[in-house]
């Protein structure tokens, strides 16, 4: 049983991490924000309803959030733990998913904070690139695919998304600031908060997760 969340401001690398985290622990990686871009891509309704905000970088609103999330956390793949990439991201969500483990007496084991300075955020936001088939991500300059354009796990194509934007990135930066930084100490009071230093490769991020949550 393992239960992680991984928290941190936009571009972090969460999402980067979480696909070798999930390998490596045999849990589910559940993005609320993964969820939101399949519902708009799909069309739905809850898609055009999370779509206004997310394009201009703000919140979804928490009420919506949370009903996604915990509906997604009691499916069958979940019940020998997961692992939340941008979920929960307001101090009532935290709250309240609170409750929710509390009714099935459950814990989060812990939450990992990837730490990075503003301006890396934005270098690595505005070079992302993401597969419209299977979500890999890729950055222009730091991890480039073998052929430009071009997923190398499963050939599909690359695109940008449309909150990574110059004119996007600050206002979702200063929304991290405000909203969601406060739940650093949340679960630092707590005692369940571990910060880890995301500056570093890829491969040094990922070995400081794993001394973290142990082999
Ligand atoms: P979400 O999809 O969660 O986006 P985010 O939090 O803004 O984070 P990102 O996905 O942009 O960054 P990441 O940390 O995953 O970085 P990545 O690994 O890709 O949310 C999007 C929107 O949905 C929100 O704005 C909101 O509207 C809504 N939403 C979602 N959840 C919500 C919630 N709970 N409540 C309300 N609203 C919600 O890496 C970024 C780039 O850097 C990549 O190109 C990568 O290749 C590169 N990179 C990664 N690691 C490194 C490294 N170590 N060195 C160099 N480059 C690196
Ligand atoms: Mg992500
Ligand atoms: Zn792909």
Redesign the pocket.
């Known amino acids: 049983m393992l239960r992680l969340i991984?928290l941190?401001?936009?571009?972090?690398?969460?999402?980067?991490?979480?696909t070798r985290i999930v390998e490596k622990y045999s849990i589910p990686h559940i993005?609320?924000?993964?969820i939101?871009?399949k519902n708009i891509k799909e069309g739905t309704e809850l898609g055009r309803r999370?779509q206004e905000?997310?394009n201009k970088?703000?919140?979804?609103?928490?009420d919506l959030?949370i009903e996604i999330?915990e509906a997604r956390l009691l499916e069958e793949d979940c019940k020998n733990g997961y692992l939340l990439?941008?979920?929960?991201?307001?101090v009532y969500?935290a709250e309240k998913f609170d409750e929710f483990l509390q009714e099935k007496a459950a814990k989060i084991d812990k939450v990992i904070d990837?730490e990075v300075a503003a301006e890396?955020l934005k270098k690595?936001?505005i070079?992302?690139?993401?597969c419209r088939s299977c979500g890999a991500?890729?950055?222009v300059d730091?991890?480039p695919p073998k052929k430009e354009g071009v997923c190398d796990v499963c050939g599909g194509e690359l695109y940008q998304?449309h909150?990574?934007t110059a004119e996007t990135v600050d206002n979702?930066i200063s929304?991290?600031n405000e909203q969601t930084k406060p739940l650093t100490d949340y679960y630092e009071k707590t005692g369940r908060l571990a910060r880890v230093d995301?500056?570093?490769?890829?491969d040094?991020?990922f070995a400081a997760i794993v001394s973290i949550i142990g082999e």
């Open positions: 991984l941190g401001p936009p571009g972090a690398g969460k999402g980067t991490q979480a993005s609320t924000g993964d939101f871009r999370a905000y997310m970088g703000e919140l979804v609103p928490d959030v999330a990439d941008g979920f929960p991201r307001t969500q990837i890396e690595r936001i070079g992302r690139r993401v991500s890729y950055h730091n991890m998304r909150d990574d979702r929304v991290y995301g500056a570093g490769d890829t040094a991020v």
